[in-house]
Each structure stands twice: as structure tokens, then as C-alpha cells.
């Protein structure tokens, strides 16, 4: 008994122990497989690659140095090859592309951002994925850097340039998905940005609309219209981004991409100037009221000998104005301030990161009020119309935003309310545009 007794003892002992040592074997040789699978994965299945020009780096630099926001969990980092995409674009060709694991093609055309006199080798191009139900792209390629924004399954996966270079001398660009963005900071208040609806009483913006009606009226005419717009900037954001050319001509290509659309048809062509950078760096409001610097850096007389319609200031401060954008707008009494934004393209501690997204969703609202589109109900000026409201509503369990809504928010979106698309009757901006636009093309003739 005692010795059957340990006999079974130690061939259980022997059982455990063989178990053991087939066991420890099996799990460590799985856990290097689950970590070398990982590091494959992320090689194979990066957030986004275009087959043949991207390349994922693997040394990480420090994220602090790179001036990408701190909120942006999950990022990647890659060089491009520029000169391949660029001739793939130029050749009309579908560029594959895989998003998330998932095969792509992108169709895409190139879209007139600039003036025809601008001397640039920057091209902008719209279109959508093939094979995707529902899919949207805007993409903006200079010599160096490509910005592009594609949006696939409710998710905006965005490649932007940072101003470093790999040791192979190509810029550094990175790729994230809009999902993996934690919102961080303070909401801004509301209509601090509609300067017009502060700043004027009740009595003088009736006038305003009177006067504003019969001029509509006058100009009412269908087909696209072209509106001037004149890019600025300050010093400072010219030395922080060498590439803001190319990210400011990519902006207004997704300007053009909204107001393009059927019902509004406006076309914004663009031109870049530098000779007021220095100016607007010292000008004396460049960080409390920068909307005001470009008013009185950039006088009236400059827009009209150029045949500018519009200035925009793409500021690159952090402004101590409660807002990250401003304008008095189409609704001002003063014909002068109704030509001038003012949108900020430096990271706030507010909800707002200076990066493409934000920064484009914030100048779609604003160009918006120079067109006299206005925010949501609560949030509007007085005496409005009563169809010239921002919309909300809920995709797959999101509550989203038109561009209008105030205050910003990470969930507004680029579009435009519209009868048409997301917002109805009583919410539809794109038709206040289609109503003004004649009147904002003829600023200058
Ligand atoms: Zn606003």
C-alpha cells in the first residue's frame, strides 16, 4: 500500500512534472510568437499604407519633439515616396491603398485650389475609395509632403507632414485615425466668433438684413460662382512649419470640396502671401485679437488692387481671444470687415489641436459666416432666418455636427446643413450661402 501509495505519488509527481515541462515550453513559445506576430502585424497592417510609397519608421523619435498633439493616442510614423505618388496621380492611375487591413482603391481627380497666375507645383485632388459604400477623400501633394484625409466607416484616418526629415532626407509624416483622438481641454463659448452679432445692436443688424436682401436679389444668378481668397500668415508659423503652403492650399481644397457641392457651387480660387508675415508678427494684436491684426495689416485698398474677394489669416499663435477663429461677417454694418477671417492654426488648451482637422473645420465655419451661414438655434445672431441653422444629428450611436455649430467641438463635421443632406428645412446653411455668394463674388470685380 505505502509504496503503491508512493508510486502513485511519484508518478503524479512525474505526471506534473512532465506537464510542466511540456507546458512551459508551449506558453513561452507562444508568447514570442503573440509579440513577434505584433511587431509583423503593425509592419503588414499599418493604419494606412499606399502600396509602394509609404514606408512605416520603426525608430521612434521622442513624441514631445515631433509637435504632434499629446492627445492623439495612437499615431504612426512615415516617410513617403512623393515623386512616385505624384506621377501615379499625374497618370490618372488608381492608387491602392490599404486602411486598417482592409484593400482599397483611391479615385481620385485634381481639383483647381489656386488661382490660375499661382506658380506652384502643389496639386489638389478629390474622390473617394472604390470599393467602399461610402467613402471621401482630400488629398493636397507638394514636391516634399503629402497631406491627405480619407474618410472610410465614420473614422477620418489623416497623413500630415511634421517638419522633420528622416536621415534619408525625406520629411516625416504621420498617420492617425480621428477615433483615436482623446478630447482634451475646455469647450470654447459659442458666438464670440460672429463678431457682427456682438458688437451691433438689434436695431442696426435689421438694417443690415434690409439692405442685405435687395443686394441678394440683384445678384441672384444660378450656375458656379468664383470667389477671391488671399491667404496670409504670420512669421510664426512659417518657421514652425515649413510646409504650411501645402497644408493651407490643402485646407481650401477641402473648402472647395464642401462648397462645391450642388446647392451652394462655389468655387474658391487662392492665392499666398508672405509680404505681411512679419506685419502681422508685430502687429500689436497678433495674440489678443488677431482677426484684428489682418484687418489692420491688410487695408481694403490691398484686397481690392489684388482683386481679392476675401483675406483669410491662418494665425499662428496661440491667441488669448476666447475663440479659435473670428469674423464680423456677412452681417456686419461696415462693408470693410465683412472681407477678413481669422483662424487659428496653433494647438489651444481648449478642445482644439492645431492639426488638419481642426483647423479645417474651423475655417469652413468661419468662411461660412463671411457668408452669412450661421450656428445653431441658441447660438444665432438676432433677427436671423429662420432655415440659417447648424444641425445635429445621430450616426451609429454618434452625435455629429455641422461645420457651423458652436461652440467648436471634436464631433462637428466639415459639412455644410442642407435640406439635401444632413439638416433639413429649418436647418440648411448651404442655402443662406447660395443666397449670398453673388454678393461675396463681387466684392472686387
Ligand atoms: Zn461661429
Known amino acids: 500500500m505505502k509504496l503503491k501509495k508512493g508510486m502513485r505519488a511519484l508518478s503524479l509527481l512525474l505526471i506534473m512534472a512532465l506537464l510542466t515541462a511540456m507546458l512551459v515550453p508551449v506558453v513561452s513559445a507562444e508568447s514570442n510568437k503573440n509579440l513577434s506576430d505584433h511587431i509583423q502585424e503593425k509592419k503588414k497592417n499599418p493604419i494606412i499604407n499606399i502600396e509602394g510609397i509609404s514606408e512605416i519608421i520603426s525608430d521612434i523619435p521622442e513624441k514631445e519633439s515631433l509637435n504632434i498633439p499629446e492627445n492623439f493616442e495612437k499615431y504612426e510614423l512615415l516617410t513617403l515616396d512623393i515623386q512616385?505618388?505624384?506621377n501615379e496621380l499625374a497618370n490618372g492611375r488608381m492608387?491602392?491603398?490599404?486602411?486598417?487591413?482592409?484593400?482599397?482603391?483611391?479615385?481620385?481627380?485634381?481639383?483647381?485650389?489656386?488661382?490660375?497666375?499661382?506658380?506652384?507645383?502643389?496639386?489638389?485632388?478629390?474622390?473617394?475609395?472604390?470599393?467602399?459604400?461610402?467613402?471621401?477623400?482630400?488629398?493636397?501633394?507638394?514636391?516634399?509632403?503629402?497631406?491627405?484625409?480619407?474618410?472610410?466607416?465614420?473614422?477620418?484616418?489623416?497623413i500630415e507632414s511634421i517638419p522633420h526629415k528622416e536621415k534619408s532626407g525625406k520629411v516625416i509624416h504621420y498617420a492617425h485615425r480621428s477615433s483615436d483622438v482623446k478630447e482634451e481641454g475646455e469647450y470654447l463659448s459659442g458666438t464670440d466668433d460672429y463678431l457682427a452679432h456682438k458688437e451691433y445692436s438689434a436695431e442696426e443688424l435689421k438694417i443690415r438684413e434690409i439692405e442685405a436682401k435687395t443686394e441678394e436679389e440683384e445678384m441672384a444668378v444660378r450656375s458656379e460662382v468664383a470667389v477671391r481668397i488671399r491667404i496670409f500668415t504670420d512669421d510664426q508659423w512659417i518657421s514652425d512649419e515649413p510646409d504650411w503652403q501645402a497644408k493651407a492650399q490643402d485646407i481650401i481644397a477641402?473648402?472647395?470640396n464642401q462648397f462645391q457641392r450642388?446647392?451652394?457651387?462655389?468655387?474658391?480660387?487662392?492665392?499666398?502671401?508672405t509680404s505681411k508675415a512679419s506685419a502681422l508678427s508685430g502687429d500689436i494684436n497678433h495674440i489678443s485679437r488677431p482677426f484684428q491684426s489682418i484687418m489692420d495689416q491688410v487695408s481694403i485698398t490691398y484686397l481690392n488692387s489684388n482683386h481679392e474677394d476675401l483675406a483669410l489669416y491662418l494665425g499662428g499663435y496661440d491667441s488669448t481671444y476666447n475663440a479659435v477663429g473670428a469674423?464680423?461677417?456677412?452681417?456686419?454694418?461696415?462693408?470693410?470687415?465683412?472681407?477678413?477671417?481669422?483662424?487659428?492654426m496653433k494647438d489651444d488648451p481648449s478642445l482644439y489641436d492645431g492639426e488638419h482637422e481642426d483647423r479645417t473645420k474651423v475655417t469652413?465655419?468661419?468662411?461660412?459666416?463671411?457668408?452669412?451661414?450661421?450656428?445653431?438655434?441658441?447660438?444665432?445672431?438676432?433677427?436671423?432666418?429662420?432655415?440659417?441653422?447648424?444641425?445635429?444629428?445621430?450616426?451609429?450611436?454618434?452625435t455629429k455636427q455641422t461645420a457651423l455649430w458652436a461652440p467648436f467641438l471634436k464631433s462637428n463635421t466639415y459639412e455644410i446643413s442642407s435640406n439635401d443632406y444632413n439638416g433639413d428645412y429649418y436647418h440648411n446653411n448651404a442655402l443662406r450661402i447660395y443666397q449670398t455668394r453673388n454678393v461675396i463674388a463681387s466684392y472686387v470685380w
Open 364 to 398: 469652413i465655419h468661419e468662411i461660412g459666416h463671411l457668408f452669412d451661414a450661421d450656428h445653431q438655434p441658441g447660438q444665432q445672431g438676432p433677427g436671423q432666418e429662420s432655415y440659417n441653422r447648424a444641425y445635429q444629428w445621430t450616426e451609429q450611436g454618434t
Open 84 to 86: 512616385k505618388m505624384r
Open 254 to 256: 477641402e473648402l472647395n
Open 95 to 158: 492608387v491602392p491603398i490599404c486602411i486598417d487591413g482592409v484593400f482599397y482603391k483611391m479615385n481620385l481627380s485634381e481639383i483647381m485650389v489656386n488661382a490660375p497666375d499661382v506658380k506652384s507645383q502643389t496639386l489638389s485632388y478629390t474622390g473617394h475609395l472604390e470599393n467602399s459604400n461610402k467613402s471621401e477623400v482630400v488629398l493636397t501633394i507638394s514636391e516634399r509632403v503629402l497631406i491627405a484625409r480619407i474618410n472610410v466607416n465614420g473614422i477620418d484616418y489623416v
Open 327 to 344: 469674423t464680423y461677417g456677412y452681417d456686419s454694418p461696415y462693408p470693410d470687415q465683412r472681407r477678413y477671417a481669422w483662424v487659428q
Open 262 to 273: 450642388s446647392d451652394i457651387q462655389v468655387h474658391f480660387y487662392a492665392h499666398y502671401d
